[in-house]
C-alpha cells in the first residue's frame, strides 16, 4: 500500500540534493577545486550582471524618452506572475510631482521580459495618467502628465496578463508650465 | 598533469576570491576613512524602516525643476548664487560632507541647465572628493563626466549620468543602512536649490516662482519627517534644528486645492494627460521675505561647517 503512495516533492528535491553533494565529493579533489572555482564566479558575476543591466535598460529607457526629455528618477520592475488567485502582482512607488511642471514616464521592458509592463499614476482620490487602454487594447510607452497641484503621487506598475516579467519605468522632467 | 590543474584551480580560485573580496569593499566598505565612528553613523537608523525612508526621499523633488523653472524664465545665469567649491576642504564630518555633497549636486544642476561646461569640471571634482569621502565614489564616474563636460554638445549624457550617479549613490547608502547620509544629501540639494529660487525671486515677481517658493512647505514636510527619524544622533539633530527654523516660516504659508477632471490628449501618438485639479499657494510678501531671510542664513551656517 505504501508503495503507491507518492512522494513528496520536498522529499524528491533532498534526495536530489544528496545526489549532487555525494557526486561533487566523489570526484578528485583539484576538480572539486575546479567546480568551487566557477561556482564563486558565476554567483559574482551573476550579481553583477544584474546590476549592470537594469542600469543598462535605464538608460536606453531614458534615451528612449526622447530628446525634449530631461531624465529625473528610474524605477526597476521585477514581477512573478500570477498566483492561484489570478491577481497580477504589482509594484507602488510613490514620488512627488510639481506644480506648472510636465513629466513624461516611459516603460522599457527588459529583453526576454515574459510580460509587457503597464503602469498607472494615481494621487489619493484619483486615476490620472494609464498606459493602458483596456478597452481597445492600445499600451502607450510614453505618457506626459501636466502636473497642476505639486503632492504625493503613485506609480503603480503591472505586467499584462499576469505575466512575469521586468521593466524599468524612466520618469522624465519635460517643460515648466 | 593532475598537478598541474590543481595549480589551475587553485590559480582560479584565487583570483575569484580576490574579485569577489575587491567587489565587497567596492560595495561594502563602510568602516574605513570615515571621520565619525561607524557607530555614530549608525545612531538612529534602526528606527526608521527601508520602505518608509524610500517612499519619503522619492518624494522629494530634484533640483533639475527648479533651475528648469529658473532658466525659463529668462533669468540669467549668475555664479554668484553657487556655493564655493573651496569650502569643501573644511568638512571634517561625515555628516557635513554628505550635505555638502547635496549642495553641489543642485549646483551643479544648475550649471548643467544653463549648459555651463567650463565650470562643471571644479563642481564634478568637489563632488568626487566628497562621494570619496562617504565612500560612494564608485557611483559617480568622475572620468566619464569630466570627459563629457569637455564638449557642450555632451550636454545631455551629462545631466544623464549626474543625476542617474546621484539615484546611484542614494540608493547605495540606504541599502547599506546609511540613510542618514543620503537624507542630509537630499537635504542639501533642496536647500541649495530653495536657496537659489529665493535669489532670483528678488529680482522677478512671476507668480510660478512664489508658487514655487510656498510649495515647498509640502517637500519640507516630507524632508522633516526624513531627518527627524535620524535626530537621536545629537550631531544630526542641529540638522534638525537648523532645518526647523526654515519649517517654522514655512507655517505661515496656505496651500488649497480646486478639484477638476482631467483631459487627454493624443498627438502624433503621444498621449498627454492635462490635470485640472490646482494646488493654490497663498503667500503675502512678508512672509517670502521672512522665508528668504532663514533659507539664506541656515545656508550659510551649513555650509561655512
Given at each position: 500500500m505504501i508503495s503507491f503512495l507518492p512522494i513528496p516533492s520536498y522529499i524528491k528535491n533532498i534526495n536530489k540534493q544528496v545526489s549532487i553533494i555525494s557526486a561533487f565529493l566523489n570526484v578528485r579533489p583539484c576538480c572539486r577545486i575546479l567546480i568551487l572555482s566557477f561556482f564563486v564566479l558565476f554567483v559574482f558575476s551573476s550579481f553583477e550582471t544584474k546590476a549592470q543591466s537594469s542600469s543598462k535598460l535605464a538608460e536606453f529607457c531614458a534615451a528612449t524618452a526622447g530628446d525634449d526629455a530631461t531624465y529625473?528618477?528610474?524605477?526597476?520592475?521585477?514581477?512573478?506572475?500570477?498566483?492561484?488567485?489570478?491577481?497580477?502582482?504589482?509594484?507602488?512607488?510613490?514620488?512627488?510631482?510639481?506644480?506648472?511642471?510636465?513629466?513624461?514616464?516611459?516603460?522599457?521592458?527588459?529583453?526576454?521580459?515574459?510580460?509587457?509592463?503597464?503602469?498607472?499614476?494615481?494621487?489619493?482620490?484619483?486615476?490620472?495618467?494609464?498606459?493602458?487602454?483596456a478597452s481597445t487594447g492600445q499600451t502607450y510607452q510614453s505618457v506626459n502628465f501636466q502636473c497642476q497641484k505639486t503632492g504625493a503621487y503613485h506609480l503603480k506598475v503591472s505586467f499584462l496578463d499576469g505575466k512575469k516579467g521586468s521593466a524599468v519605468v524612466v520618469v522624465s522632467f519635460i517643460r515648466t508650465l | 598533469m593532475v598537478r598541474k590543474i590543481s595549480f589551475i584551480a587553485i590559480g582560479v580560485l584565487l583570483l575569484s576570491v580576490c574579485m569577489y573580496v575587491i567587489y565587497i569593499n567596492s560595495s561594502l566598505n563602510i568602516k574605513d576613512n570615515l571621520n565619525v565612528p561607524y557607530e555614530e553613523i549608525n545612531k538612529g537608523v534602526v528606527d526608521v524602516e527601508e520602505e518608509a525612508v524610500k517612499s519619503i526621499t522619492e518624494n522629494i523633488s530634484s533640483p533639475v525643476e527648479i533651475a528648469a523653472l529658473i532658466k525659463s524664465l529668462g533669468v540669467p545665469f549668475n555664479k554668484g548664487f553657487l556655493a564655493p567649491t573651496e569650502y569643501a576642504d573644511n568638512?571634517?564630518?561625515?555628516?557635513?560632507?554628505?550635505?555638502?555633497?547635496?549642495?553641489?549636486?543642485?549646483?551643479?544642476?544648475?550649471?548643467?541647465?544653463y549648459n555651463k561646461t567650463g565650470s562643471v569640471i571644479d563642481y564634478l571634482s568637489t563632488i568626487k572628493k566628497l562621494a570619496d569621502a562617504i565612500n560612494v565614489g564608485q557611483y559617480f564616474d568622475f572620468a566619464t563626466l569630466k570627459r563629457l563636460a569637455a564638449n557642450s554638445a555632451n550636454i545631455d549624457s551629462l545631466k544623464y549620468i549626474s543625476v542617474h550617479s546621484f539615484n546611484q549613490m542614494d540608493q547605495s547608502l540606504r541599502q547599506r543602512k546609511r540613510g542618514n547620509l543620503s537624507s542630509l544629501i537630499i537635504a542639501g540639494a533642496w536647500l541649495e536649490g530653495i536657496y537659489i529660487t529665493v535669489q532670483v525671486a528678488k529680482n522677478n515677481t512671476d507668480s510660478r516662482l512664489t508658487d514655487k517658493i510656498g510649495e515647498q512647505k509640502i517637500i519640507l514636510a516630507d524632508l522633516m519627517t526624513l531627518l527627524i527619524s535620524y535626530a537621536k544622533d545629537p550631531i544630526f539633530r542641529n540638522y534638525v534644528s537648523e532645518f526647523n527654523q526654515i519649517k517654522s516660516k514655512f507655517d505661515m504659508v496656505q496651500i488649497t486645492f480646486e478639484q477638476g477632471e482631467p483631459i487627454t490628449i493624443e498627438e502624433n501618438g503621444m498621449l498627454t494627460v492635462i490635470q485640472k485639479d490646482k494646488s493654490i499657494v497663498h503667500v503675502t510678501t512678508e512672509q517670502l521675505n521672512d522665508i528668504s531671510k532663514t533659507i539664506e542664513a541656515v545656508r550659510e551656517r551649513l555650509i561655512r561647517k
Open positions: 529625473l528618477k528610474d524605477f526597476v520592475i521585477e514581477l512573478d506572475a500570477a498566483g492561484a488567485d489570478g491577481k497580477s502582482p504589482e509594484q507602488m512607488f510613490t514620488l512627488l510631482l510639481s506644480k506648472n511642471s510636465e513629466y513624461r514616464f516611459t516603460v522599457c521592458n527588459a529583453e526576454g521580459s515574459a510580460g509587457k509592463a503597464i503602469f498607472q499614476l494615481h494621487d489619493i482620490s484619483k486615476l490620472y495618467v494609464t498606459s493602458y487602454n | 568638512y571634517s564630518t561625515n555628516y557635513a560632507q554628505a550635505f555638502a555633497l547635496g549642495v553641489f549636486s543642485a549646483d551643479l544642476g544648475y550649471l548643467n541647465m
